[in-house]
């Protein structure tokens, strides 16, 4: 068990910290670590522990059940900034069903906790990053290149066939990702890369 794991686990009393499932007999929430997306790099905690319902609703807004965030009512007063992120842009998301808004109105956040909250929020129309094959990318997926690339600013190929890991996307640009290749990390575009199987 990552040391990761075992202190959101301690933190939340092996409860998701979202809609505080917990697991048991009859059935297993499959509690795991979630990374807050769009996260500062000055933020060292950038991690909560949610059950396996709340990540895919999360990283599918297509699957979202708005009956399952009235839990929210409660997590939305975690002392915990990754946590009051997360109720934040999720309450934002659903603000149109009435109820979710006023419970924004009642939420207290700290300046800079509410401006990471804010920077994930997306306010125009969806950006969804989709590989050469039309398959939604991630972050954290793993592509390959498809096709030489030179890397501009530099002597650089990358080559196709190149495993680039641990991708992350580029907010406001649906064709373009950030990943490393050898020692640099590259902007690559996602016409010239495909999600590696199985993830």
């Known amino acids: 068990m990552s040391d990761l794991l075992k202190q959101l686990e301690d933190r939340s009393g092996n409860a998701c910290e979202l809609c505080s499932s917990t697991d048991t007999l009859e059935q297993k929430v499959e509690l795991a670590v979630y990374e807050v997306p769009e996260s500062p790099k000055n933020v060292k905690d950038i991690s909560i522990l949610a059950c396996k319902v709340c990540r895919e609703q999360l990283e599918d807004h297509s699957k979202i059940d708005v009956n399952h965030w009235r839990a929210l009512n409660d997590s939305m007063w975690s002392t915990i900034p990754a946590v009051q992120v997360v109720v934040y842009r999720m309450l934002d998301q659903l603000k ?58 530099s002597s650089l190929i990358a080559k196709r066939g190149t495993a680039v890991r641990n991708i992350s996307l580029v907010h406001d640009n649906a064709d373009q990702i950030e990943g490393r290749v050898g020692p640099t990390q590259v902007v690559l575009l996602t016409q010239y890369v495909k999600k590696t199987s199985g993830e």
């Open 96 to 153: 149109v069903e009435g109820w979710p808004q006023d419970l924004l109105d009642m939420m207290y956040l700290e300046d800079d906790t509410r401006n990471w909250a804010e920077e994930g929020i997306q306010r125009g129309p969806q950006i969804i990053h989709r590989d050469v094959n039309g398959n939604i990318l991630k972050r954290g997926d793993s592509v390959v290149i498809i096709k030489d690339l030179d890397v501009k600013g």
